[in-house]
């Protein structure tokens, strides 16, 4: 029986020490690519809208909903909260489950862009980050770090 309970503690621990291993490894990857992003220059009249870090870009599409905490964290802080709002709506919009898609529009609606001045950014970063609040736990769990779509 002793040995039992050495071998249960054994496989707890190792299951343990491989989620919070995981976890670290998603943190890490995601908060760098999230300070690469937003620490990049505002974006001027040509730019595409798109971050000229692509490795920055494909860890958080990668990292998927555990990318989404990190986003609108760094959505009021960012030297470019415009690229910064494109990258959390794209990954929010592919993440949703079936019962939020109808938000979208109201999403969209709230989406930085290149022309709104600081009390339009400042809106717009409220209404998305109390839109996460409300919403968070339905779109990501925060435990489930095996899996970059929890709605599904």
Not at 16 to 43: C, K
Not at 94 to 105: I, M
Not at 107 to 120: S, V
Not at 147 to 152: L, Q
Request: hydrophobic fraction near 40%; aromatic fraction near 8%; include cysteine.
């Amino acid at each position: 029986m002793k040995n039992l309970l050495k071998v249960v503690a054994f496989l707890a621990a190792l299951g343990l020490m491989g989620w919070v291993g995981m976890y670290l490894h998603w943190h890490f990857r995601i908060g760098g690519a999230v300070r690469t992003l937003a620490n990049q220059p505002p974006l001027v009249g040509g730019d595409a809208g798109f971050s000229t870090s692509g490795e920055a870009n494909e860890i958080l599409m990668s990292g998927g909903c555990r990318s989404l905490s990190y986003l609108i964290g760094a959505l009021d802080k960012a030297n470019n909260s415009q690229l910064v709002c494109d990258m959390y709506l794209r990954i929010l919009i592919s993440s949703l489950p079936a019962d939020l898609k109808g938000q979208v529009p109201t999403l969209e609606e709230n989406r930085i862009t290149l022309g709104d001045n600081g009390e339009i950014r400042r809106r717009k970063t409220e209404a998305l980050q109390t839109w996460w609040q409300a919403n968070e736990s339905r779109v990501h769990q925060s435990w489930n770090v095996w899996s970059s779509k929890c709605a599904e």
